[in-house]
């Protein structure tokens, strides 16, 4: 497992907000670098980019506590589309 901080969790969170140039990856709305990227994966997270999507405040809330499977599966086919089996081997 890799958990990174300070200026490394700050390119990384930068890296994942420019891949996905700066939108939500569910509702297109814009979304500025400071915004913690949201770790798509269950059990323990690694801080890499293919497991991290940018997602607007209210869906990433969604994500947490609403429309949890919708969202999920939003996150998880994009991961998919970009990686590949590096992603699949993830779940």
């Known amino acids: ?4 901080s300070g200026k490394k969790l700050r390119k990384l969170n930068n890296d994942i907000h420019d891949r996905d140039h700066h939108q939500c990856i569910v509702c297109g709305v814009y979304v500025p ?3 913690k990227f949201h770790h798509e994966r269950s059990g323990l997270k690694n801080d890499c980019i293919e497991e991290g999507v ?3 405040y209210a869906c990433h809330q969604q994500r947490h506590f609403g429309a ?3 969202i ?3 996150c998880r086919d994009y991961l998919t589309k970009l990686y590949g089996e590096r992603w699949h081997g993830r779940r």
Do not use: F
């Open 33 to 35: 670098n400071g915004i």
């Open 72 to 74: 999920r599966k939003i």
């Open 54 to 56: 940018t997602l607007c």
């Open 68 to 70: 949890v499977a919708k």
């Open 1 to 4: 497992m890799m958990r990174l």
